[in-house]
């Protein structure tokens, strides 16, 4: 590895004479700015360009340069190319484990590890010991390093996959159900003061409160969940059933269709948003009116024969429709009744299964880990039953740490927490009996 320089000692052959602009490697060296941290390739890097657009021709950069003029794809050279790669692995690592902090890349007493102290600790350079220098930083992102690290470690090996919350909300004004297992995106709806949207569910072990924004006039309410989604496309054990995207949509308009204010009743503020599993349901809902946005976790996809073949902990997840509100609401067997009884009773698309897949729920009910104390370990029972470690058991491997310590739902693992005696019990035995997929 190593900086590129087009004129060495001047600026008289940069692709702009007597500028800089684009004319060798970029690093943070002044005094009082953070220090650097990472880096990535910026010069001449093949990416997809717009068909037939060239963005700077003196620098190189677009459709016509490295492949043929049309085809889409070009080469670029600056910090547009270099920030989106490290951005695309963030991104990764958050939809691992979306509850992660950013976190500081070096860490102090206290600290807690995020996203920035994995990027740091898995680099190249760290992998053989490299320190940090002024110039190259940390080093050069290994993408897949830092998603093993995200993901954690049981009994010595890297974990499939991983659950998180499904955050609910309902918008009283815009007479909607919101899911997500984003934060962020939490957030963005709650502070929508038009639907009015609250949390619902329950509380979140380890999970108290959103993160926080020291300017926001809109106090946020409390993470709540009902239901408990599995964040990798990878299946935790060969013999349950495959799993599928939730995908996301949304869609606004006035309802009832057509009205216009100030009809009684006219609600201007609704909105819907969706979750779906299937292309077929994504292109129908699409010819509804409705938007395609993200994909929010994945459940395990519908299977026979039932029950023998619906994984250990979970339940059915339904969508259903109230047709008086134009919403779809997602809820778990267990609350089937309520959302039937309050309205939620259609088939989208119709005609269609209710039935999404299974998902987990709120449980957590390992024993006390003294006495009289508190029944669960702050590990949602779906959590352990995905990544291995005993849900009757507050310590899995009996080494004194707690599995909520070794591995939390709610951040970066710290530790195995099948690595001690007791560790050869662990369900994650039978997890990797069969090796990876």
């Not at 206290?110 to 760290?126: C, H, K, N, P, Y």
Request: net charge negative; glycine share 10%; with cysteine.
């Amino acid at each position: 590895m190593a900086f590129w320089d087009e004129s060495p000692g001047s600026q008289t052959f940069c692709p702009t004479p007597g500028s800089e602009r684009e004319c060798g490697s970029n690093y943070t060296n002044n005094f009082g700015e953070p220090p650097q941290e990472l880096v990535a390739a910026a010069k001449s890097v093949f990416s997809t360009i717009y068909p037939g657009k060239d963005w700077a021709p003196t620098l190189e950069c677009g459709d016509s340069f490295g492949t043929p003029s049309g085809d889409g794809l070009g080469l670029c050279t600056g910090t547009s190319m270099s920030a989106p790669q490290i951005s695309g692995v963030v991104g990764i690592l958050r939809s691992i484990n979306p509850l992660a902090t950013t976190s500081k890349p070096v860490l102090g007493f206290g600290d807690v590890a995020g996203i920035r102290s994995v990027l740091a600790q898995t680099t190249f350079e760290a992998q053989i010991a490299q320190g940090w220098t002024p110039t190259f930083g940390h080093g050069r992102v290994d993408a897949a390093a830092a998603a093993r690290r995200m993901l954690g470690t049981v009994q010595g090996r890297t974990v499939k996959n991983r659950v998180t919350p499904l955050f609910r909300l309902y918008g009283a004004n815009a007479k909607d159900y919101a899911d997500t297992t984003s934060p962020q995106f939490a957030i963005a709806i709650a502070i929508n003061q038009a639907g009015a949207y609250q949390t619902q569910g329950s509380l979140i072990p380890g999970y108290d409160e959103f993160p926080p924004d020291p300017g926001a006039e809109t106090p946020l309410p409390t993470p709540r969940a009902a239901i408990y989604v599995l964040t990798t496309e990878y299946k935790p054990r060969p013999e349950w059933p495959a799993l599928v995207p939730l995908y996301q949509m949304d869609r606004s308009r006035n309802y009832p269709i057509g009205c216009t204010p100030p009809t009684p009743g006219c609600n201007t503020k609704n909105r819907d948003y969706i979750l779906v599993t299937t292309t077929a349901h994504i292109e129908q809902a699409y010819a509804d009116g409705y938007k395609l946005r993200t994909i929010q976790g994945y459940i395990y996809q519908p299977c026979t024969v039932e029950p023998a073949c619906i994984p250990p902990g979970t339940e059915k997840m339904y969508r259903a429709c109230k047709t008086a509100d134009d919403d779809c609401a997602t809820f778990l067997e267990s609350e089937r009744t309520t959302f039937e009884a309050a309205g939620y009773t259609a088939a989208y698309p119709s005609g269609s299964n209710k039935v999404l897949g299974y998902a987990y729920p709120y449980a957590d009910n390992d024993p006390p880990r003294f006495p009289g104390g508190p029944v669960g370990d702050g590990l949602v029972d779906g959590f352990e039953w995905v990544i291995g470690t005993k849900i009757d058991s507050w310590d899995s491997d009996g080494d004194g740490d707690g599995d909520v310590e070794e591995f939390p739902m709610v951040g970066v693992a710290v530790s195995d927490p099948c690595s001690g005696l007791g560790g050869y019990s662990c369900p994650a035995d039978v997890i990797f009996k069969n090796g990876f997929q």
